[in-house]
């Protein structure tokens, strides 16, 4: 069975093929990170632009090289929320019309539950991994969003908690735009933390709640260290590499810990067999060994070691689409149900 994949609800536009839902034929992604790098992130007006320019000819390279037509395409799974919603129209837009043309059945798929299905894909060429066993505990961590998830079985998922403020993600964007690194932060944190110390300075580690997040008070202690750290520099003087690269170790260090604490712990509690990472952040080297070092050496911790399946990519959004239609295929018959979804929300699913 062949899924067709579309994921546009940030800055990626970007359509798959996935057959039997885990087995990756194309993966394509435009990413519009040089585009958004000029204003140190998204503005949405930008990226909707740039996804009505892209779709089209994203599709074109898609079924080219996957060597299929609409034609011998099964179903198809597009984003449906959360996200920008000038983003997202265009994937839901081109997924209905295809729908409605080519008489497939339409799975909207909430963007985390395509992250969490990340974990399950593999490509065209590789061995085929064991499926993940349930129950499971998946963390996600994003630049919008961040979630610690039990996960029983197919379709059926309680939400332990979530970031009251700031997402993972987007702290670690925030903290680089403060010591002048490029957007996306992440990658650029994570290479500067590796010449510096994570124990150089004390940040703070909010323990909010049992399952819950905050990240916006390290942000706000970063902001003040280098504020200080500028004011003791000659004016003018840029910030010298030595100190950028000891905030970023010692950031990183504090937002991994909170992360990988919480999922240790959530698995040890709920008696999970196994332990996922997913999202963007989930490409953290130092967040994949924090998480490996807290487990139980015997139990399995899953993350995409394809970095392209960590960050945004519509190959996730086919495989949770797939799962879905299986689980309840009569529900996605017509493309009509999409119109009928009450709204592009996080609390749908
Ligand atoms: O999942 P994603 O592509 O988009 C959202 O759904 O938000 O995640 C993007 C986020 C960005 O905030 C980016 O800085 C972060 O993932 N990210 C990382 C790394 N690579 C990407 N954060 C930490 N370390 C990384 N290596
Ligand atoms: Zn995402």
């Known amino acids: 069975m062949l899924t067709l994949g ?32 000029k204003t140190g992130g998204v503005v949405p007006e930008v990226a909707a632009r740039e996804h009505v320019l892209k779709i089209l000819p994203v599709l074109g390279e898609a079924l080219s090289q996957a060597g299929v037509t609409m034609e011998q395409i099964d179903m198809i799974a597009v ?20 729908a409605l043309v080519h008489n497939k059945p339409l799975v909207p798929v909430n963007h985390i539950e395509g992250h969490m299905y990340a974990n399950w894909l593999y490509t065209k060429g590789e061995e085929a991994p064991e499926p993940p066993t349930f129950p499971l505990v998946v963390l996600t961590a994003s630049g919008g969003h961040n979630e610690l998830i039990l996960w029983h079985e197919h379709g059926r998922y309680t939400f332990l908690g979530a970031t009251l403020d700031d997402a993972a993600g987007e702290a670690f964007d925030k903290v680089a735009r403060l010591l002048g690194l490029p957007y996306p932060g992440g990658p650029q944190i ?12 004390a ?26 750290y500028r004011e003791s520099l000659p004016e003018g003087e ?3 590499e ?56 015997q139990l399995p911790l899953r993350f995409c070691t394809n970095l392209r399946l960590c960050t945004d990519n519509a190959a ?18 017509k493309w009509a149900p999409i119109i009928g979804n009450p709204s592009l929300e996080i609390t749908s699913w």
């Open 6 to 37: 579309i994921e546009t609800s940030c800055d990626e536009t970007s359509i798959a093929i996935v057959k039997d839902g885990r087995e990756i034929l194309t993966n394509i992604i435009h990413s519009q990170i040089d585009l958004h790098r």
């Open 79 to 98: 984003t449906y929320g959360p996200g920008l919603l000038t983003s997202l129209l265009t994937g839901i837009n081109t997924a209905m019309t295809l």
């Open 190 to 201: 994570q290479k500067a933390a590796e010449k510096g110390d994570p124990k150089k300075y």
């Open 203 to 228: 940040l703070p580690r909010a323990w909010v709640s049992e399952w819950d997040f905050s990240f916006s008070g390290l942000k706000t202690a970063v902001r003040r260290l280098v504020t200080e």
């Open 238 to 240: 840029p910030l010298d």
């Open 242 to 297: 030595q100190f950028i690269a000891d905030v970023a170790a010692s950031f990183q260090e504090a937002v991994c810990e909170v992360l990988a604490t919480k999922l240790a712990r959530a698995v040890e509690q709920f008696g999970a067999k196994e332990a996922q990472l997913a999202g963007g952040v989930s490409a953290n080297a130092r967040l994949r060994a924090y998480a490996r070092e807290l487990l139980p050496p």
């Open 316 to 333: 996730m959004i086919a495989c949770a689409g797939f799962h879905k239609y299986t689980k309840t295929p009569d529900q996605y018959k």
